[in-house]
């Protein structure tokens, strides 16, 4: 279905163009004219602004780094092939008017409940967009021959092989806009152009909303409710976003949520301390969970595995009661990059029987919970699972603390110990060490943002790897160290990656935000 879509875009974009007769834009926005009941509907709400974030691309480093991997000489040689196979220079709302299209308006796209994809396009010169589909038409399918049909009172004009074959391109205008589809979507198209009034985009008081505390942004997709694409999901609907400017690039989603409500309240910020302070100043990864960790029991075993899973319930360990129940708001941890990670042994395996992942990423962290009375006695019954999933965790005495000390075959795991009415986490033992002996005050209690709030900054991240002395990089280090600073230098314009997860009022919202180094806002090409 996402492939059928992107390839009725580029047939919309494609082609010649010719001059023509004006036509007058219709009253109606565009959410008037896209249908209510569809299984998504993607809304652009400028057209030029598309072309606009195309010459951001070419801006980025990042992006030029990545081009010549795909063959291609720059970010701008991509964006230049881009544009070819669309047939017209989005980057040019002169170009855009000469393929017969409004830039100044919205494009929008249907997905329908029969899988059927069609293109609402905003029509400046309907003789030029005529001109351009049928050169699609021929282009494409080498159907040239020209048709007209009716559907009730919509006149569709079509694009055949020959005449009497069926045809593979059409569409109709309507107040200013042009819908189109191929094949079997073509016999839908009169009905697209005549929703009822209750029928419209516009009067789903759902998406109403969502617009309303969406904020600005470059592209929206709807999944309204009843969507087939989210009935695997806990969601009733989804308003999902993107945005690019020279800051940042954005991914936001925002969903009514039919979930499991115990789930929907550890997705929901709780008020609590923020620990942060005891996390290692070279931590690149920071993250902070602040939601209510009993109403992770329902996805208990899918967020531990099914092999972790299936020992605890053999050892009679119940993680509800000895773990969730027990955890307060304002857990906090990090990442740090290790002092000689093995850098001469490649991309490291994701599989931990084979791969340490704290030979190359330090842990720290810390978790509130109800009292500290509970924590050694809760370690104790780890302790005597942990045979089960292949570890061993022995209590020992450091610096006079009590302390589990947890090894597998791949040698440290993730050692334990109280500090007041929390449990420190950390690997190897030196980050438990720190993480113990810090002083540092927690920041005052407040409700958090968030109930999960996760950073990486992608330049701590990138001054630790070059800090990394001679040893780590072994035989080869003499290749490896200045292919890898290449790297971070040819992508160092994105600063920082940071996820969010939380819920509020029976509403969840997720957002991946990259942050960007650009020097000033990208110019329009005219």
């Not at 699972?385 to 795991?413: H, M, N």
Request: with cysteine; proline share 6%; aromatic share 6%.
């Amino acid at each position: 279905m996402t492939r059928r879509l992107l390839l009725v875009v580029a047939l919309a974009l494609a082609g010649c163009s010719k001059c023509g007769k004006k036509v007058e834009a219709g009253q109606s926005g565009l959410i008037d004219v896209l249908p209510r009941g569809a299984v998504a509907v993607v809304v652009v709400p400028k057209l030029a602004d598309s072309g606009a974030k195309l010459v951001l691309l070419e801006q980025l480093k990042v992006a030029g780094f990545v081009a010549p991997l795909q063959g291609f000489a720059s970010a701008k040689a991509f964006a230049d092939e881009v544009v070819r196979q669309l047939g017209v220079d989005l980057r040019s709302p002169a170009e855009l008017e000469k393929a017969g299209l409004d830039p100044n308006r919205g494009l929008g796209a249907a997905v329908l409940l029969t899988g059927d994809v069609y293109l609402v396009l905003p029509v400046k010169d309907a003789s030029a967009l005529h001109a351009r589909l049928e050169g699609i038409s021929f282009s494409r399918f080498g159907a040239g021959a020209g048709a007209s049909q009716q559907q009730g009172a919509v006149t569709v004009k079509t694009f055949a092989r020959e005449q009497g074959q069926p045809p593979r391109l059409g569409y109709t205008l309507a107040n200013g806009w042009a819908f189109v589809g191929r094949d079997e979507t073509i016999a839908k198209l009169g009905q697209a152009a005549s929703l009822g009034e209750t029928d419209r985009l516009s009067k789903d008081t759902e998406l109403a909303s969502a617009l309303e505390g969406a904020g600005p942004h470059d592209v929206f997709a709807w999944l309204g409710s009843g969507s087939p694409v989210l009935q695997a999901t806990p969601l009733l609907n989804a308003f999902v976003t993107l945005s690019l400017s020279n800051t940042a690039a954005e991914v936001r989603v925002r969903g009514q949520w039919k979930g499991k409500p115990e789930l929907l309240a550890a997705l929901t910020a709780q008020k609590a301390p923020d620990l942060s302070p005891v996390l290692p100043a070279d931590a690149f990864l920071v993250g902070r969970y602040s939601g209510d960790a009993k109403g992770l029991a329902s996805i208990s075993r899918e967020l531990l595995g099914p092999h972790l899973a299936r020992a605890f319930e053999l050892g009679g360990f119940e993680l509800k009661t000895e773990v969730l129940d027990r955890v307060q708001p304002g857990t906090v941890f990090s990442l740090s990059l290790a002092d000689r990670p093995p850098m001469d042994r490649g991309v490291p395996s994701f599989d931990i029987r084979q791969t340490n992942p704290f030979a190359y990423a330090h842990l720290s962290g810390l978790a509130p919970v109800t009292s500290a009375d509970v924590i050694m006695p809760t370690l104790e019954k780890v302790a005597q699972v942990a045979p089960r999933f292949g570890a061993k965790l022995e209590k020992q005495q450091r610096d006079g603390r009590d302390l589990y000390f947890t090894t597998w075959s791949q040698g440290q795991g993730v050692h334990f110990g109280p500090k007041g009415a929390a449990v420190a986490f950390g690997s190897p033992v030196q980050r438990l060490d720190a993480v113990l002996a810090s002083e540092a005050a927690p920041k005052a209690e407040a409700l958090a943002t968030h109930a999960l709030d996760v950073s990486i900054d992608l330049g701590k991240l990138g001054a630790s790897v070059r800090a990394l002395p001679e040893s780590a990089w072994g035989l080869g280090g003499f290749a490896l160290k200045p292919t890898t600073v290449r790297w971070i230098d040819a992508t160092d314009d994105l600063e920082s990656i940071s996820f969010t997860a939380g819920a509020k009022d029976g509403k969840v919202v997720a957002a991946l935000k990259l942050s960007l180094a650009l020097a000033a806002p990208a110019a329009k090409v005219q």
